[in-house]
Structures are given as C-alpha cells and as structure tokens.
C-alpha cells in the first residue's frame, strides 16, 4: 500500500526553481509532524526541512533562506518550494514523517541542479 507520492522533480539550471509535492495518506498525514529528505550520490539520506502538525518550521542550514516547506490539511499534501537552486541541491528527494519511519519511504523524486 502507497503511502507518500512524491512528484515535482526535474532538471533545472543553478538559480531557478522547483515545487516539490508529496501526497499522503490521512493516517499518516493528520497525526504527524513531515519532513523532506534528500540523498545525494554515495551520501546518506539527510533531513532538509521539517514541519509540525501546526505549521511551525525548521530547516538545514545548507537551504534556509532558499527552500520553504508547507502543509495542505485539507490536501494531505506536503510541499517544499525551491529556490535559488545549486548543483549542490542535485539529489533524489523524498518526504517522510518527522522523525522519519523507515516503512514510508516512498520511490522519491529526482532533482538535477545542472547547467
């Protein structure tokens, strides 16, 4: 059963911009706080922006300022907007709750920061 759909992902060029979407199911979505992640080629999979069951935020230091993250409760939706993208940001994305659950993890969605 498919829980976390992550979609969004691209190719863009070092300076623009991505939405990223993740739609959840409302068991998981309505009881917990979400969390974008991302894993880049032979790295670990590292948190890059969470977000409380009430909205409150917080975010790796590599993308504050740059990456915003919000929640749609009527949606189950999780969002995390993108901006000023860096090569460095190439990697595949994906949400989970926060902390995370290693059953959630869904198929993820590539991001390439390329020129």
């Known amino acids: 059963q498919v829980q976390l759909v992550e979609s969004g992902g691209g190719l863009v060029q070092p300076g623009g911009s991505l939405r990223l979407s993740c739609a959840a199911s409302?068991?998981?979505?309505?009881?917990?706080?979400m969390g974008w992640y991302r894993q880049a080629p032979g790295k670990q999979r590292d948190l890059v922006a969470r977000i409380g069951v009430g909205g409150s935020t917080n975010y790796a230091d590599s993308v504050k300022g740059r990456f915003t993250i919000s929640r749609d409760n009527a949606r189950n939706t999780v969002y995390l907007q993108m901006n000023s993208l860096k090569a460095e940001d190439t990697a595949v994305y994906y949400c989970?709750?926060?902390?995370?659950?290693?059953?959630?993890w869904g198929q993820g969605t590539q991001v390439t920061v390329s020129s």
């Open positions: 989970n709750t926060f902390p995370r659950m290693p059953w959630y």
């Open positions: 409302r068991s998981i979505f309505s009881q917990n706080a």
